[in-house]
């Protein structure tokens, strides 16, 4: 009785090296791949890759590879009223940060950094304005400190009464983050 030989094996076809792509480099790199081997791209320096990495070889064919994309991120933002602190620089790798301060009469409100990430500048530093407008009205009295448009921070002002008016409260009021303190009032005789 006859024998048969070893059936036949199906193996994968291999490929070819797959494509290179710019500001990347293969690992490994070789002449030729088997079926179901992996190539990672590796990106050159302030680039990166926003999903897998690796491609694999599959029945003589590559998937499209990844494309390196550059991570540094260029001109720092801008805020109102904030002024950048860091030093300017023609370009920031991702995971540099800078930091800003607010102008004169305006408070930071929440973070004063901004950090560069994959590209894009994420954080948005927030100044408030801690300025006072017109100072509170008091009734049978006035104002006599000098008028102001506007009225930084800290800032009093001092009233006196009309006569016979009497003063009650502090003679000032200050300025502290936007809005005056009490203001005194001015009353006639209780009898």
């Known amino acids: 009785m006859g024998k048969w030989s070893s059936p036949p094996q199906c193996v994968g076809l291999s490929c070819e090296p797959p494509p290179g792509k710019p500001h990347s480099s293969l690992s490994p790199e070789l002449d030729s791949y088997q079926h179901g081997e992996e190539v990672t791209y ?15 070889c599959f029945g003589g064919k590559w998937p ?18 904030a002024v950048l ?12 940060q800078v930091e800003y301060e607010c102008e004169k009469n305006f ?3 929440g973070s004063n ?9 994420i954080g948005t530093p927030t100044c408030k304005d801690v300025s006072c407008g017109n100072p509170p009205k008091v009734e049978n009295g006035k104002m006599i400190s000098k008028p102001m448009m ?22 000032e009021v200050m300025c502290m983050n936007g809005t005056w303190t009490e203001p005194p009032q001015c009353k006639g005789k209780i009898y």
């Open 42 to 56: 590796i990106c050159s320096d302030g680039f990166g890759i926003d999903g897998p990495d690796s491609i694999q």
């Open 64 to 81: 499209a590879p990844p494309d390196c994309k550059i991570t540094d991120c260029f001109q720092v933002p801008t805020f109102p009223h």
């Open 85 to 96: 602190r860091s030093t300017v620089k023609e370009s920031y790798k991702s995971g540099e």
């Open 107 to 109: 408070q930071l409100d």
């Open 113 to 121: 950094i901004v950090k560069c990430i994959k590209g894009k500048w």
């Open 150 to 171: 506007k009225y930084p921070p800290e800032e009093k002002i001092r009233y006196e009464c009309d006569k016979p008016y009497k003063l009650y409260g502090e003679v």
